[in-house]
C-alpha cells in the first residue's frame, strides 16, 4: 500500500503547480506556461490518486475508470478544438457547468452510497455533521453552476434553435423575484440542517437539488447579455467552491485547496471585471437595469449610404476602427480586415483598431475575433493608447458599438457616468454601422449619433461592411 | 472523523481562500477571458473525487448507482479539465501568436 504521506506530497506538488499556474496565467508573456502548469498539476493529481487506488486495494474498476477517463478526454478534445474561435466564450460557460455537476455528482454519489447499502454503517457525530453539511453546500453551490451555466451559455448564444424556430434566449426579474431567490436559499440551509437529523431521507436529498437548479435559473435569468461576462466569472468562482465542498466529504486536501483558490481567485477576477465596466458586482445580479425604462427616441438622424462613406474614405490618411458587441453579432471580422486591407493598399490609409476593454461579450473578445481574421496584433490599440490619436484620426468607422463610445459617460450622471470611453467623437468625421439609432445596454441615447459629423450606416454589420468594401472597390 | 483532521482540513480552506484573493491583483483586459478559462480547467479537480467514488462504488457491489452518478461525474469532470485546458491553450495561442507577427 502507498504511503499516505507520498499521497499527500503528490498533492501537495499538484496543488504548488496550480499556485504557479494562476499566477503565471494572469501576464500576457507567462500565460501560456501558466496553463501548461496547471495542466501538468490536474495530470499530477491525477496520476497520484490512480496509483494510490491501484497500490492500495488494487483497482477493480479499471473498464470502468478508463472508458470514463477516455470518454470524457476524447469529448472535451473535440469540442475545444472543434469550437470557432467566436464561440468561446459559451465554450467556457458549458465546461464550467460540467465542472460544477461533477462536483456535485461526486457529492450525491458519497451519500447515496449509504442510501442504497444497507451493511455500510452511518457515521454519527461530527463526522456525519460534516459529511451532510458539505454534501449539501456542494450540491447546492454545484448544481445552481450547472443550471446557471447553461443560462448563460444560451444567453450568450443569443437563444435556441427548436424545430428548426429560432428561440431567443429571455431576460426576466421583477424585483419581487430578490426575496424569492432569498427565501429559497434559506430553504436549502434548513434541508441541510433536516437532513442531519435523517441523513437517509432522500425526499430531503432530493428537494435541495431541485431548489438549487432553481435558483441558479434565477439567478442568471434577470441579468442581459451584456453582463454575461461577469456572471459567467462568478459562476466560475462558484464551481471552485463546489469543489471545496466536495473536498470536505471525501477528506481530500487537493479538492480543498485546488477549489479554494479557484473560488477566491474567481471572485477577484469577477470584480476586476466589474470595474473594467464600471458596475458593481450587487448591482449586476440583483438590479437589473436598462430593460424597462429606457429613454424614448425624439430624434432623428438621416442616414448614409455605402458610397457616400467610401468617398469620404479616399482622402482619409487615418482610418480607426471601433469593433463593438455588432461586430461580434453579425461575425464582419472578416470584412472589416478585407476592407482595411483594401484602404491601405488604395488609398494608402493608416488604419489602426481600438479596443475598448470590455467590448463584446467577454473581454478580450475583440481581440480574439480580431485575430482570428489576421488582424496583425500591433494594429489593436488599447483604448488608453488610442485615445490621444483620435483627434488626428480623419475617420472613426465604428461597427456595432454604442455604450463603449457614449460621450454621455464623460457627463456626471446617468448609468454610464465614469465609465472609460473611446473617444470617437474627436475624430474629424465619425461612422457608426448600426442596425438602428436604439439605445444600447445601458438605457443611454448616445448623442454621438446626431452629431453633424457623423454618418449613420443603418444595418446589419456584415451587410453594410461588404457594401462599402464592393463601394470602395468600384471607385 | 477525528476533529484534528477536520480542523486541519478547515485551516487548508481558509488559508487556500486567502492565497487566491493574493494571487491574482492586476489582470490585462485581453487575459480575462484566458484567465478565467484556465481557473475553470482547475475547478475540474473534483475528478480526484469521481476517481475515487468510481472506484470504491465499484468494489461495494450494492452501491451501483453511487457507481453510475461517480461515473458520470467523471466523464464531466474529464469534459472539463481536458477541454477547460485546450481551449485556453488556444485563446493564448492566438493571442501570443499575433504578438510575434502572425506565426
Request: proline share 4%.
Amino acid at each position: 500500500m502507498i504511503d499516505d504521506q507520498w499521497v499527500g506530497l503528490g498533492y501537495l506538488l499538484s496543488a504548488t503547480l496550480f499556485i504557479f499556474g494562476l499566477k503565471r496565467l494572469s501576464h500576457p508573456r507567462t500565460a501560456p506556461r501558466g496553463n501548461q502548469l496547471g495542466a501538468m498539476g490536474m495530470l499530477v493529481a491525477v496520476l497520484t490518486t490512480v496509483l494510490q487506488m491501484e497500490l492500495g486495494d488494487g483497482i477493480e474498476g479499471w473498464i470502468l475508470i478508463g472508458s470514463g477517463l477516455l470518454l470524457g478526454g476524447l469529448i472535451g478534445w473535440v469540442m475545444a478544438v472543434r469550437v470557432e474561435m467566436t464561440g468561446m466564450p459559451e465554450m467556457v460557460a458549458l465546461f464550467n457547468g460540467f465542472g460544477g455537476a461533477a462536483s456535485a455528482l461526486v457529492a450525491l454519489s458519497e451519500s447515496w452510497k449509504y442510501i442504497e447499502d444497507d451493511t455500510l454503517e452511518i457515521p454519527t457525530g461530527l463526522e456525519l455533521e460534516v459529511m451532510v453539511v458539505a454534501a449539501g453546500l456542494s450540491a447546492l453551490v454545484g448544481w445552481m453552476t450547472l443550471t446557471g451555466s447553461l443560462l448563460a451559455m444560451l444567453k450568450l448564444k443569443g437563444g435556441v434553435e427548436l424545430f428548426g424556430k429560432w428561440i431567443r434566449t429571455p431576460t426576466w426579474g421583477p424585483s419581487w423575484l430578490n426575496p424569492v431567490k432569498a427565501l429559497l436559499f434559506l430553504s436549502t440551509l434548513v434541508l441541510i440542517y433536516m437532513s442531519i437529523q435523517e441523513p437517509t431521507e432522500t425526499n430531503y436529498l432530493f428537494a435541495i437539488i431541485g431548489i438549487s437548479c432553481l435558483l441558479g435559473i434565477l439567478l442568471v435569468l434577470p441579468i442581459g447579455g451584456a453582463d454575461m461576462p461577469v456572471v459567467v466569472s462568478l459562476l466560475n468562482s462558484l464551481s471552485g467552491i463546489a469543489a471545496a465542498f466536495t473536498g470536505f466529504i471525501i477528506s481530500n486536501s487537493v479538492l480543498i485547496v485546488a477549489g479554494s483558490l479557484v473560488g477566491a481567485s474567481g471572485l477577484i477576477l469577477t470584480f476586476i471585471m466589474c470595474k473594467a465596466m464600471n458596475r458593481e458586482l450587487i448591482d449586476v445580479l440583483f438590479k437589473a437595469f436598462g430593460g424597462s425604462d429606457k429613454e424614448q427616441l425624439t430624434r432623428t438622424k438621416v442616414g448614409s449610404d455605402a458610397d457616400e462613406v467610401a468617398m469620404m474614405v479616399d482622402g482619409a490618411q487615418k482610418v480607426i476602427i471601433v469593433p463593438g458587441y455588432g461586430m461580434a453579432v453579425s461575425q464582419c471580422q472578416h470584412q472589416v480586415k478585407e476592407f482595411a486591407d483594401l484602404v491601405s493598399e488604395k488609398f494608402d490609409t493608416e488604419v489602426k483598431y481600438a479596443i475598448h476593454p470590455v467590448a463584446g461579450r467577454m473581454p478580450g473578445h475583440m481581440n480574439v475575433l480580431l485575430a482570428e481574421a489576421n488582424v496583425p496584433y500591433d494594429q489593436l490599440i488599447e483604448m488608453d493608447e488610442i485615445n490621444p490619436e483620435m483627434p488626428e484620426a480623419d475617420i472613426a468607422l465604428i461597427i456595432g458599438a454604442n455604450d463603449t463610445c457614449n460621450p454621455a459617460a464623460r457627463t456626471k450622471e446617468g448609468p454610464l457616468a465614469g465609465m472609460p470611453i473611446i473617444d470617437a467623437d474627436m475624430a474629424r468625421t465619425v461612422v457608426i454601422i448600426k442596425r438602428s439609432l436604439s439605445v444600447g445596454y445601458a438605457g443611454v441615447d448616445n448623442d454621438l449619433f446626431y452629431m453633424d459629423k457623423t454618418m449613420m450606416l443603418f444595418g446589419d454589420g456584415k451587410k453594410m461592411m461588404n457594401e462599402l468594401n464592393a463601394a470602395v472597390k468600384e471607385l | 472523523m477525528e476533529p484534528t483532521v477536520l480542523i486541519g482540513s478547515v485551516t487548508l480552506f481558509v488559508m487556500s481562500i486567502f492565497l487566491g484573493f493574493e494571487l491574482i491583483t492586476k489582470v490585462p483586459a485581453t487575459l480575462h477571458t484566458p484567465l478565467m478559462s484556465g481557473a475553470n480547467a482547475i475547478s475540474g479537480i473534483s475528478i480526484v473525487g469521481a476517481l475515487l467514488g468510481a472506484n470504491v462504488a465499484y468494489e461495494g457491489g450494492d452501491t451501483v448507482v453511487s457507481g453510475i452518478l461517480a461515473f458520470i461525474a467523471l466523464v464531466l469532470a474529464m469534459i472539463n479539465v481536458v477541454g477547460g485546458f485546450a481551449v485556453t491553450n488556444r485563446m493564448l495561442n492566438m493571442i501570443a501568436g499575433k504578438k510575434r507577427g502572425g506565426q
